[in-house]
């Protein structure tokens, strides 16, 4: 496609529900990339992914948060059993080389949780 | 943790005034990167400097970095209304592939 797509671009949830947030990354690229954003702050590593493999996981806040990404294309965040402070944006973007080149970033997925 | 910090939080300035945002970092790093981030969207890459770079331009912007400090300037000239936005620094550390984003400076241009 043109540019990253995120969806649901806004999600509103109870405590204690699963939400499955998606990202289309630019075609052909191998890199893609979660960040978390909270209200006014920077952004929060979470995920990135070379090709299908999460080679660095370290910024996933809990076991409750997993991602996925399939063909080498599209990912998924979930997050389980979301609380209120999980109440973020989250952004993905991707990349087509390694070692730290530019990122293209999607519009992001709002989440609260009520 | 955050790799980079910036400075200042915030930043209010009138048209055609130039406009200065610093960063620093922790780690060795292969480059720096700036991206803006208009509100409540999402972010924008500006420009890219590597750490064998010293200063780098573009258009209006003009990027620093001091890797013996391990900190980074950007500078905007000539500021515009339409330059206001926030815009972070991210840092790729040597030997990983992921970009570690700063705190972000909110800059407001009033026309």
């Known amino acids: 496609g043109a540019g990253v797509s995120q969806s649901p671009s806004n999600k509103v949830t109870e405590k204690g529900k699963d939400v499955e947030l998606r990202c289309d990354p630019i075609s052909g690229h191998t890199a893609l990339y979660w960040y978390r954003q909270s209200l006014g702050q920077g952004l929060e590593f979470l995920i990135y992914?070379?090709?299908?493999?999460?080679?660095?996981k370290s910024g996933l806040p809990s076991d409750r948060f997993s991602a996925e990404r399939t063909g080498g294309s599209v990912s998924t965040l979930t997050i389980q059993r979301t609380q209120q402070e999980d109440s973020a944006v989250y952004l993905c973007a991707s990349s087509s080389f390694r070692q730290g080149a530019e990122l293209f970033f999607g519009e992001g997925s709002r989440l609260t949780v009520l | 943790s955050q790799q980079g910090e910036e400075d200042p939080q915030a930043l209010s300035i009138q048209e055609g005034e130039n406009a200065t945002m610093n960063c620093s970092y922790k780690?060795?790093?292969?480059?720096l990167q700036w991206y803006r981030q208009n509100s409540g969207r999402g972010l924008v890459h500006l420009i890219l400097?590597?750490?064998?770079?010293r200063e780098k331009h573009s258009g209006r912007l003009r990027v620093t970095l001091d890797t013996s400090k391990k900190s980074s300037s950007l500078l905007i000239t000539a500021s515009r209304a339409a330059d206001t936005a926030s815009y972070f620094c991210?840092?790729?550390?040597?030997?990983?592939?992921?970009?570690?984003f700063g705190t972000g400076t909110r800059l407001q241009v009033f026309p």
């Open positions: 991210a840092t790729a550390p040597y030997n990983t592939d992921k970009l570690i």
């Open positions: 992914f070379q090709g299908n493999s999460a080679p660095d």
């Open positions: 400097i590597r750490s064998n770079e």
């Open positions: 780690t060795s790093i292969n480059n």
